[in-house]
């Protein structure tokens, strides 16, 4: 008998807090008992996202509404764009802008890699009329985190009022986003992530550069300026998942009282001490520059990565395999969620196991301790 | 003290095994258990539906999510459309597909009477160029039934191959509707009403008709098309919210043990027991044919509307109010949700203490005594 245990860079393990949080009987939305909830929600939200009194909207749908919404929101017809693409999520955005008849240069990266500032910086210079660059922070299908940091100041450098439009679905609260520190335009994310809600709620930042932007294309259920209009008044547009937002004060409360950049660094942690398990054992980073959000390992040579994934899962641990053609070789565990150090020891556990099961000759305690060791560091 | 009770036509009343079952720990979406899960929900949800067998889809989203999905999934670009308003819903499809750059003919009619099939015939007589038909059900708004089977015929008798869109998101699981038996080629709905869950999910069905339309306008979170090729398999295209989907099951599985048909019939009962209370005290029908998802009644003369809706607040429940222009005049308690005959009594009740607080000279009993004629019937 194992304790079923999820430990995948989103969904996540949701806290009891927070289910029992969404357990309370449903209220209405129409009501000043919502609004003073919807208020005060928001407000937490903003200072999670480091934009404290600013609007953060909570949208009934997916991190892809969320990012969809917020382009919809800021993005002139008729925009030239660039695509940073590293991975699923990237090409995801390059895809989702096409869909909508804009032009995208997508600025394609192998996997594993990241964009660096000059790469883009270069291509801004080559194609003069872009005027919004969309990225990812943490590329979720890579276990790579971009340097958003230094990407917004390259693109500033050469383009001062370009949208920069970037996907923090994994990344916020598993490190630092500092949206206007940074000079971001929209920043947008979901609840299953970093939030350890169940899946569900949608929230996109924008800034007042994107909210001065006309001629936009249309939407309707997405349409992020109606329910900016609404939401500041505790309201919106439509039907909110009310039963969500009681969990998602539950886990605001939970990652507030601990301290955002005591997360943060929690957080790094646990995925370092996850990734110093991995080399422990023969599992090379799959990552240039890692995500605190996931651990992206490869697979020892001559082992297939699906059966290290099986060997989580017999032990009842769910981990996230490789995406398309990484499926092959790569592996990610994560303790994005709700997770302790306990858990972090458990998963180098398993991971030992696993390799052991295929034969692997690996000394009893060898990813257990490297783990360990980063942990009370 | 008074308990809190939601009589509203959406949100309702979430019953307790839902919600228990929504406080399950959330599991990974991309896993054979999830999948099992879905295809199971999803079998159920389409016998609910009175199409067994067929996909109806499950979006994260609310029920105008799941209409703006199915309609940019089947309304082929320039198509010209004709829209029954009768109400602040009917209203809402006339927007959207504007929103979108369609030409829309807009058939108002006042806030509680329906369109009936004659003018509908006439109006697409005069229009040979309209292709496409939207109208709601149950317009929740006025607490109107349109007689959509009627109306479709009569659709159809002059443009048979139009496509017709419903709003079906209070009357789904309130009263009959055969989506195919009528000859519909979109019925839409959300979570919140019938289904007796937390807001949060939508639902959508299309013809073969409507899915073999082309040249549509461009969508990528609400594509209805995408979301078929997925879900078919048991996959989603993008995160589904899997706890409202844990809660769905329990609910499905508690609506299809009562029957389906039986359950239309008890809600009939239980919202004609509410307007004869309505009745027995002064409270006059504001639908010329009402819907038994709600019951949309007059105050009685010289009293104000919202100060009925505070008498029932001031007694824990939870009632809607009249909207826009019939604010001042119109209440709308509902038992669409985890109620039974014990709560429309209380309803009653409720109806009459608040408007003895206001002056009138009610016999005790009067609403109740009505109401229970009619439940034991």
Known sequence: ???????????????????????????HHRTPEFKELFLRVREKLAELCCVPGEDVLILAGSGTSAFEAGFLASVPKGSKILGINAGKFGERWVKLARTFGYGVTDLQFDWGKVAEPAMVRQALEQNPDISVVMTTHSETSTGALHDVQALARAIREVRPEALILVDCVTSLSATEVRPKEWGLDGVFSGS????????????AWLSERAWAQQDLSPSFYLDLRKERKSQVKGETAYTP????????????????????????????????????AGKAVGCKPYAKRPSPAVAALYAPEGIAAPDIVKGFTKRGMRIAGGQDHAKAVMFRPSALGYADAFDVISIAAALEASLRDLGQAIAQGSAVVAAMQVLEG
Do not use: C, H
């Open 192 to 203: 299953q992530k970093g939030l350890m809600l169940p899946p569900g709620l949608g929230f």
């Open 1 to 27: 008998m194992y304790k079923p245990r999820l430990f995948a860079p989103g969904p996540v393990e949701v806290p009891p807090q927070v289910l029992e949080a969404m357990a309370r009987p449903t209220i």
């Open 241 to 276: 998942a009310v039963n969500l937002i009681y969990g998602l004060e539950a886990s605001l409360d939970m990652l507030l009282n601990e301290g955002i950049e005591q997360v943060w660094q929690r957080r790094a942690k646990f995925n370092e001490a996850i990734m110093a």
